[in-house]
Nanobody
Framework: QVLLVESGGGVVQVGGSLRLSCVAS????????MGWFRQAPGKEREFVAA???????SYEESVQGRFTISRDNSKNTVYLQMNSLKPEDTAVYYC?????????????????WGQGTQVTVSS
């Protein structure tokens, strides 16, 4: 069974940076799209970014230019580098796996989820 384990969350001041990591167990990691989602209190879980096995990336508009998703297939790990953080970035961040060839930004496009890591941006 594939497991996804996130780490790297924490408390950071406005304008600061954090790098989240997600390690996946199991085989064939490089063949899967991987994504990051986030969920703020009282809000729906929303798409943040995704990356194909070959490195093609997509981003939600509000994080474009501030966040960078990347992966190291040799380590079964996907990263989310978050710069210029804002209070509205505060949320629990989830790593997710998709078996679709080209997943969209919907939660239903992803079939495996991590437990989440809290990111708090203080002003």
């Amino acid at each position: 069974q594939v497991l996804l384990v996130e780490s790297g969350g924490g408390v950071v001041q406005v304008g600061g940076s954090l790098r989240l990591s997600c390690v996946a167990s199991g085989r064939a990691f490089s063949s899967y799209y991987m994504g990051w989602f986030r969920q703020a209190p009282g809000k729906e879980r929303e798409f943040v970014a995704a990356i194909s096995g070959g490195g093609f990336t997509s981003y939600e508009e509000s994080v474009q230019g501030r966040f960078t998703i990347s992966r190291d297939n040799s380590k079964n790990t996907v990263y989310l580098q978050m710069n210029s953080l804002k209070p509205e970035d505060t949320a629990v961040y989830y790593c997710a796996r998709s078996q679709r060839k080209i997943p969209g930004s919907r939660r239903d496009d992803y079939d495996m989820w991590g437990q989440g890591t809290q990111v708090t941006v203080s002003s």
